[in-house]
């Protein structure tokens, strides 16, 4: 079982920067693949990012790409998604999600429902 806590989301005025953090329990973050949705009112959850067990491969919405940087310290069991040049349609609560896999040091994972288990979530507000 792994309990997942988000943190960081906020106000920022278009253009800001965030960063989000994602801790989790247990003795073995290590080996999942990990991930962060977000879901705008309205709106269906949509994949944001995703990152491999070491941390060696990422992969990135076409929305977010090159704003957006996903990465993990399994030192410390947390995962983490700096997003830049927020825009107000970034707004949404966004979750973090892990795969309990088996998972190799390179998978992603896109699909939401390959996802075990999700956070609470932490809400962004981009105004413009």
């Known amino acids: 079982q792994v309990q997942l806590v988000e943190s960081g989301g906020g106000l920022v005025q278009a253009g800001g920067s965030l960063r989000l953090s994602c801790a989790a329990s247990?003795?073995?973050?290590?080996?999942?693949?990990m991930g962060w949705f977000r879901q705008a009112p309205g709106k269906e959850r949509e994949f944001v990012a995703a990152?491999?067990?070491?941390?060696?491969?990422?992969y990135y919405a076409d929305s977010v790409k090159g704003r957006f940087t996903i990465s993990r310290d399994n030192a410390k069991n947390t995962v983490y998604l700096q997003m830049n040049s927020l825009k107000p349609e970034d707004t949404a609560v966004y979750c973090c999600?892990?795969?309990?896999?088996?998972?190799?040091?390179?998978?992603?994972?896109?699909?939401?429902?390959?996802?075990?288990?999700w956070g609470q979530g932490t809400q962004v507000t981009v105004s413009s």
């Open positions: 999600a892990a795969d309990s896999g088996p998972n190799s040091d390179l998978t992603v994972r896109v699909d939401l429902y390959e996802y075990d288990y």
């Open positions: 247990g003795r073995t973050f290590s080996m999942y693949a």
């Open positions: 990152i491999s067990c070491s941390g060696g491969n990422t």
